[in-house]
């Protein structure tokens, strides 16, 4: 469909109405004006920017729309098309987000160049919703709305043996073994950039778990048994849009970059680990949230039982000490995004600590 225009501000009325005729949103109506709105959210990896339109037939038509873009950041732009992070948001909302039941964007056009490289996705424009604060954290009413999410994303493709090369793009999936070691290696690189930048901020003891839990990464990979699922991997607050109105859905999820098959659970430790700032408060709450989880998951169809869902959360958490290196290095420096990747680093690894998750796996 002509040039992928990944700068929202190159966006011109023609390739716009070109885009969504495609789409069957235009309806034969063109697109006379675009202006750039501004930029949206505090993305480290992406950019979104709000766009709004002017028709020559307005009626039923949407006046704004929101376009996820490659980074500004030269850096975070390379690192994100060379491990394929924008290749899985890309896929998910062109072949996997209709098969499942999480309320994702409605996205109205999904383009992905593979020669230049560029992208760009256009969706609806959920103006009566509110960006969760990965600092501020949620409440439980939050986070509980967050789990019915993860098990509408979680129950309907959980086990299901086209996984496998679901977000490869018809490449054939590397083993076990293969992945295992690309994960082990890709910690242990990013692992002393992480320290150097952030270990001074963490408590002590975190900063060496996160050294201790390097030569078990690989293992982390390959499960606890459970069967397989589509997973966020970045299930958090600053990715759940909350509804203010009536009108609006009361929680959508948004960023499907890190999206893969894996454990449910993961997705389910990591929103809530990252959802409260204070570690007491999570380790009260958990508990009731994962036994939710497990309820929900059963009443769509998949059973698992307690000790095994306990199980698989503790094994779980340690996902959030992977991601948050990794990003650490990956993402564009900000200061925000440094306090966030803190807290992430602190709550999490706190979290791995008070459930003895290493020992799942040491």
Same mark, same amino acid.
């Given at each position: 469909?002509?040039?992928?225009?990944?700068?929202?501000?190159?966006?011109?009325?023609?390739?716009?109405?070109?885009?969504?005729?495609?789409?069957?949103?235009?309806?034969?109506?063109?697109?006379?004006?675009?202006?750039?709105? @501004?930029?949206?959210?505090?993305?480290?990896?992406?950019?979104?920017?709000?766009?709004?339109?002017?028709?020559?037939?307005?009626?039923?038509?949407?006046?704004?729309?929101?376009?996820?873009?490659? !980074?500004?950041? %030269?850096? #975070?732009?390379?690192?994100?098309? @060379?491990?394929?992070?924008?290749?899985?948001?890309?896929?998910?909302?062109?072949?996997?987000?209709?098969?499942?039941?999480?309320?994702?964007?409605?996205?109205?056009?999904?383009?992905?160049?593979?020669?230049? $490289?560029?992208?760009?996705?256009?969706? %609806?424009?959920?103006? %009566?919703?509110?960006? &969760?604060?990965?600092?501020?954290?949620?409440?439980?009413?939050?986070?509980?709305?967050?789990?019915?999410?993860?098990?509408?994303?979680?129950?309907?493709?959980?086990?299901?043996?086209?996984?496998?090369?679901?977000?490869?793009?018809?490449?054939?999936?590397?083993?076990?073994?293969?992945?295992?070691?690309?994960?082990?290696? *890709?910690?242990?690189?990013?692992?002393?950039?992480?320290?150097?930048?952030?270990?001074?901020?963490?408590?002590?003891?975190?900063?060496?778990?996160?050294?201790?839990?390097?030569?078990?990464?690989?293992?982390?990979?390959?499960?606890?048994?459970?069967?397989?699922?589509?997973?966020?991997?970045?299930?958090?607050?600053?990715?759940?849009?909350?509804?203010?109105?009536?009108?609006?859905?009361?929680?959508?999820?948004?960023?499907?970059?890190?999206?893969? $098959?894996?454990?449910?659970? !993961?997705?389910? #430790?990591?929103?809530?680990?990252?959802?409260?700032?204070?570690?007491?408060?999570?380790?009260?709450?958990? @508990?009731?949230?994962?036994?939710?989880?497990?309820?929900?998951?059963?009443?769509? &169809?998949?059973?698992?039982?307690?000790?095994?869902?306990?199980?698989?959360?503790?094994?779980?958490?340690?996902?959030?000490?992977?991601?948050?290196?990794?990003?650490?290095? *990956?993402? %564009?420096?900000?200061?925000? @995004?440094?306090?966030?990747?803190?807290?992430? #680093?602190?709550?999490?690894?706190?979290?791995? /600590?008070? /459930?003895?998750?290493?020992?799942?796996?040491?």
């Amino acid at each position: 469909m002509g040039d992928v225009l990944w700068d929202p501000k190159a966006i011109d009325g023609a390739w716009l109405t070109d885009a969504l005729e495609r789409a069957g949103v235009a309806g034969g109506a063109k697109v006379v004006h675009v202006e750039f709105a @501004g930029d949206i959210g505090t993305g480290q990896t992406g950019r979104a920017a709000r766009l709004r339109l002017t028709w020559d037939i307005p009626d039923a038509r949407p006046t704004t729309l929101v376009g996820k873009f490659p !980074s500004g950041d %030269e850096h #975070a732009r390379r690192e994100a098309f @060379g491990n394929g992070v924008y290749l899985k948001e890309w896929l998910f909302y062109d072949r996997v987000a209709h098969t499942v039941g999480v309320r994702a964007p409605a996205c109205y056009v999904a383009c992905f160049d593979f020669d230049t $490289p560029d992208f760009v996705l256009l969706f %609806e424009d959920l103006a %009566e919703s509110r960006q &969760g604060d990965q600092l501020e954290g949620l409440t439980p009413d939050q986070v509980a709305l967050a789990i019915e999410q993860a098990v509408a994303l979680h129950a309907p493709r959980f086990g299901d043996p086209a996984l496998e090369t679901l977000f490869t793009n018809g490449e054939p999936a590397p083993s076990p073994e293969d992945a295992a070691l690309a994960a082990q290696t *890709l910690y242990g690189v990013t692992l002393p950039g992480f320290l150097h930048r952030l270990g001074h901020r963490l408590d002590p003891d975190v900063a060496e778990f996160a050294t201790r839990f390097a030569p078990f990464v690989g293992r982390w990979t390959l499960g606890t048994g459970t069967p397989f699922t589509v997973v966020h991997y970045d299930f958090r607050a600053d990715n759940f849009l909350f509804g203010e109105t009536p009108e609006a859905p009361p929680l959508v999820v948004v960023d499907w970059q890190t999206v893969n $098959p894996g454990l449910g659970a !993961s997705d389910v #430790a990591y929103a809530i680990s990252g959802s409260f700032p204070d570690p007491g408060d999570r380790a009260a709450a958990e @508990g009731d949230l994962v036994e939710q989880y497990r309820e929900q998951m059963a009443a769509a &169809g998949v059973e698992q039982s307690a000790d095994d869902c306990w199980r698989d959360y503790r094994f779980g958490s340690l996902w959030g000490m992977i991601i948050t290196v990794i990003a650490t290095m *990956l993402a %564009e420096h900000t200061e925000r @995004g440094n306090d966030m990747l803190t807290a992430m #680093a602190q709550r999490h690894g706190r979290q791995a /600590l008070d /459930l003895d998750a290493l020992a799942l796996l040491a």
